[in-house]
């Protein structure tokens, strides 16, 4: 198997065509067409049903495309990378969480570049939940999370910050005037809320479990912005970290006494090869951290 094949393969999925994946990439029909059995052949299953006049990935297919994608993205980034390393810049893969910690990441990236412009930063943002997963997983350095569960005894990390969650609704929402403090008080109103893979959506939703009540989601999102956009226009309620929701003057935020405060950390593997890079950003967060 060879990446020239996978790339065929991810080209054909494009376009659901033979004719239309060889004419971008400059091949024969009958050669793309070889390549795809000799890829079908080493796979030991099919990757497309044949039909008439198209074709169609099958389940096993689907499943070696998300794989093939995965690879290919891989493999243009080590490119990337390599031609850092020629040029003398090392690379740090950081993955950073929403809110509290996507607030601090532009200022330790702005004080770390100041003090460090040979390493440069390739950035990952996904829940505080995948990200330990990925740190586990060898593919990232670093993980900037935000969580009220401390790291477990296998990482090593330092504490940033803190950030809480504000139940946040516009200035004009009926119950802007109200003193809020507890979840019970939020009935029916219609929320926004990250995606349920995210964990704060899953603390939250455990937090309202508890309190024996339905949050009234009207929507799910991966954009913190989006949840913003509509507090902002009246058009919904939210969670916002304190940081966002003190910067806002048309928002309201109010601290609920179920809702605890979360640190802001940065992890690393405590069984891991620290190398040169990583233990400046380790010396850099240690003398103070960002501006």
């Not at 297919?61 to 794989?67: D, K, L, P, Q």
């Not at 937090?207 to 956009?229: G, H």
Request: aromatic residues 8%; charged residues 25%; hydrophobic residues 40%.
């Amino acid at each position: 198997m060879t990446l020239q094949q996978l790339q065929y393969f991810v080209t054909v999925c494009k376009y659901q065509s033979l004719t239309k994946a060889a004419r971008e990439l400059s091949i024969s029909q009958p050669g793309m067409s070889t390549a795809i059995r000799d890829l079908e052949s080493e796979c030991g299953f099919p990757l497309f049903d044949h039909r008439p006049n198209s074709i169609a990935l099958t389940d096993q297919g689907r499943a070696f495309h998300r794989e093939a994608e995965r690879l290919l993205r891989s493999y243009g980034q080590l490119w990337k990378n390599a031609e850092r390393i020629a040029q003398g810049r090392s690379i740090l893969r950081v993955g950073v969480a929403p809110m509290g910690a996507s607030l601090i990441f532009p200022r330790l990236r702005k004080g770390f570049r100041a003090a460090r412009p040979d390493i440069a930063f390739e950035v990952t943002e996904d829940s505080t939940e995948a990200l330990y997963q990925k740190i586990d997983a060898g593919e990232l350095d670093f993980a900037l999370t935000v969580s009220i569960a401390p790291p477990g005894a296998e990482y090593r990390h330092i504490t940033l910050g803190h950030s809480r969650l504000l139940f946040c609704v516009h200035r004009d929402h009926p119950l802007a005037g109200e003193r809020i403090e507890s979840l019970a008080q939020i009935g029916g109103t219609p929320l926004i809320m990250l995606s349920d893979r995210n964990s704060q959506t899953k603390y939250l939703k455990r937090l309202f479990r508890s309190a024996n009540y339905e949050p009234n989601v009207i929507q799910y999102t991966s954009q913190v912005f989006t949840i913003l956009q509509h507090i902002r226009e009246n058009a919904a309620a939210g969670f916002l970290s304190e940081d966002i929701a003190e910067r806002e003057e048309s928002l309201v935020g109010f601290a609920l006494r179920e809702v605890e405060e979360a640190s802001v950390t940065m992890i690393w593997r405590g069984d891991g090869k620290v190398f040169p890079a990583m233990e400046a950003l380790i010396r850099y967060l240690r003398q103070g951290g960002p501006p």
